[in-house]
């Protein structure tokens, strides 16, 4: 998997976790625990693409 195509696979997942962070905050039954743990996936992701796009 190349550099380019790795990355773009990162954005895809980070964007999905966008999505299931809003319906999450949007569920009542889901407590904020698991939106946080949610957050804190969405921000690793963040942070590894950040990192890879900077090498």
Do not use: W, Y
């Not at 380019?4 to 039954?29: D, F, N, Y």
Request: proline share 2%.
């Amino acid at each position: 998997m190349s550099l380019s195509s790795h990355i773009a696979e990162l954005r895809r997942k980070h964007e999905h976790l966008s999505e299931q962070v809003e319906m999450a905050q949007r569920s009542p039954g889901i407590d904020d625990l698991q939106i946080s743990e949610l957050k804190k996936q969405k921000l690793r992701l963040k942070e590894e693409i950040e990192r890879l796009s900077h090498t």
